[in-house]
């Protein structure tokens, strides 16, 4: 049973930082792309920043510059590093880890961490 937890989430201010991980337990397979999503109230949940395992990077346009996505692979884990933070970030974010095992894809979503940043 593959798992994701999320940690790192938290209250900040307009300006601060914060770093998010994302730990895969139980994988069995290979980990392909890894992301992060957020999802704000009553809005859809969307694209934040992906990372593949030939170390492709794709991130939303609101986000370039302050937002760096990176992974471990030893660790199973990836991160967000988040800097410059706005109210406007202010969302759950959720892990994503798509693994392929044969010839079959999964896709895995993680708890979802809240990042709640004050003007």
């Known amino acids: 049973q593959v798992q994701l937890v999320e940690s790192g989430g938290g209250v900040v201010q307009a300006g601060d930082s914060l770093r998010l991980s994302c730990t895969a337990s139980g994988v069995i397979g290979i980990i392909g792309i890894m992301g992060w999503y957020r999802q704000a109230p009553g809005k859809q949940r969307d694209l934040v920043a992906t990372i593949n395992d030939g170390g492709t990077i794709n991130y939303a346009d609101a986000v370039k510059g302050r937002f760096a996505i990176s992974r471990d692979v030893d660790k199973n884990t990836v991160y967000l590093q988040m800097n410059s933070l706005k109210p406007e970030d202010t969302a759950v974010y959720y892990c994503?880890?798509?693994?392929?095992?044969?010839?079959?894809?999964?896709?895995?979503w993680g708890q979802g961490t809240q990042v709640t940043v004050s003007s």
């Open positions: 994503n880890v798509g693994i392929v095992v044969g010839e079959r894809g999964y896709a895995y």
